[in-house]
């Protein structure tokens, strides 16, 4: 507990990880061959992203999260649980070795319970009602999704009133709009299928160094 902080305050909220602010995006893996993960991650931190987020709706997900966490043990690599939607999936994930969990909902409780056991937590929310009671509730930043529905200027007249809660925008984003979404004010992007869902080490590497160097060049 951090000094000033009561017990009513509740637990500090959880810093984000640099792998995500630095880079700026988080790759997600949906339905990926359990058998190609470590390649695909292997070939994402080859191409600059740092984070990999794999959903617990694919096929071994835990498997792939434990491969993918013996692969990466000092963390070169942060491995990530997407499509996280109650405690106890969020416990097996963490077992497996995720350091941060990706919900597609609001769930108050599960990011208050992942912010008591200092796991940052990215709810998903698409009015600025969810992601500010996402925030309230210690999320260490808030998943904007579905992204291609609300567009970049969602976030830049949201942060018209509330310049302090951070968004990533996800579904739908490519190297193409994400300038778009870090440049009305999104802290990162997470993208899935235009990043990772061919299964080929070479494209990922190749998407990846794109999408970085398309996140760094529209940042301030």
């Known amino acids: 507990m951090t000094a000033g902080r009561t017990a009513a305050e509740g637990p500090a909220r959880p810093p984000i990880p640099e792998a995500i602010s630095g880079p700026g995006v988080i790759a997600i893996g949906r339905g990926l061959d359990p058998s190609g993960v470590v390649a ?8 600059g992203v740092r984070a990999f987020e794999v959903t617990l709706n694919s096929p071994a997900a835990l498997d792939a999260l434990a491969a993918l966490a013996a692969r990466f043990p000092e963390g070169d690599l942060l491995v990530g649980a ?6 106890p999936g969020a416990e097996a994930a963490i077992a497996a070795g995720a350091r941060f969990l990706v919900m597609p909902n609001t769930d108050l409780g599960l ?3 992942a912010a008591a056991q200092s ?3 990215f709810p998903g929310a698409m009015t600025p009602s969810e992601v500010l009671a996402a925030w309230r509730a210690r999320a260490a930043a808030v998943k904007l999704f579905p992204a291609s529905v609300v567009g970049p200027s969602f976030i830049r007249e949201f942060r018209g ?6 968004l990533v925008p996800t579904a739908g984003v490519t190297a193409d709009t ?7 004010g999104a802290l990162a992007v997470g993208l899935g299928g235009w990043l990772t869902a061919s299964g080929d080490p070479d494209t990922v590497r190749r998407r990846a160094a794109e999408v970085v160097a398309a996140v760094a060049g529209a940042r301030p």
């Open 40 to 47: 695909i991650g292997e070939a994402l931190l080859a191409g």
């Open 119 to 121: 796991i940052p937590a």
């Open 178 to 184: 994400a300038p778009s979404f870090i440049a009305a």
């Open 82 to 87: 997407g499509t996280v939607l109650d405690v």
């Open 111 to 113: 990011v208050a319970w």
């Open 161 to 166: 009133p509330f310049r302090d809660i951070p």
